[in-house]
């Protein structure tokens, strides 16, 4: 990379691995004989982390991972939440959706520091049954595309283009953008 280009920030690589303590084995193994629908959905929850310890998933989506009834879930997770394996945050009025947060002393995918703003940054995971598209999906049309502007490139942009959404350009501070005028595109046309 060039060192004159522009680059987003580099972000840390979170891998496909996560970080468990050996107590936490421990009390891991204790569960499954307690509970084993609820170290069950430990699993499925600590293999689906974001970077910061927390995902977001329904409860349908939930019980197709997991292979089992609503009610099953349900009490799974109770065992979850009441032993502080996670903490839930519901997602919307209904409480199908929640943002499930994995006790730090648990488990983690990144750095320990910072996990408590885990409530407002998690990995979301969506079931195509849910999907009120989902005949549709992999067939929409694609998404508009920004076009890029790489070092040593020029903006070219032609027509009037369109106004500007919020406010106006000041007097004397409107952009001076370099245009082609498309009746002759030899013509390069600077506004000065």
């Known amino acids: 990379m060039s060192e004159n280009r522009p680059s987003l920030p580099r972000r840390p690589p979170t891998g496909n691995w996560v970080q468990t303590e050996r107590a936490a084995h421990e009390a891991w193994a204790a569960l499954i004989a307690k509970a084993p629908k609820a170290a069950q959905l430990m699993h499925i929850l600590t293999a689906r982390i974001g970077e910061h310890n927390a995902v977001i998933i329904s409860q349908k989506t939930l019980r197709s991972l997991m292979g089992c009834s609503r009610p099953t879930v349900q009490r799974a997770l109770d065992v979850l939440a009441q032993d502080r394996w996670v903490e839930i945050r519901q997602i919307g009025e209904s409480g199908t959706v929640n943002a499930y947060v994995i006790n730090d002393r648990v488990a983690w995918a990144t750095g320990r520091d910072g996990l408590r703003y885990s409530l407002f940054s998690a990995a979301v995971v969506l079931s195509e049954e849910e999907q009120p598209d989902r005949a549709e999906l992999g067939q929409q049309d694609r998404l508009?595309?920004?076009?890029?502007?790489?070092?040593?490139?020029?903006?070219?942009?032609?027509?009037?283009?369109?106004?500007?959404?919020?406010?106006?350009?000041?007097?004397?501070?409107?952009?001076?953008?370099?245009?082609?005028?498309l009746e002759n595109p030899s013509t390069f046309n600077r506004e000065d």
């Open 144 to 181: 508009r595309k920004v076009p890029s502007l790489f070092h040593n490139e020029r903006q070219l942009p032609t027509g009037n283009g369109l106004a500007p959404p919020s406010q106006p350009f000041f007097n004397g501070m409107e952009p001076d953008l370099p245009t082609i005028d």
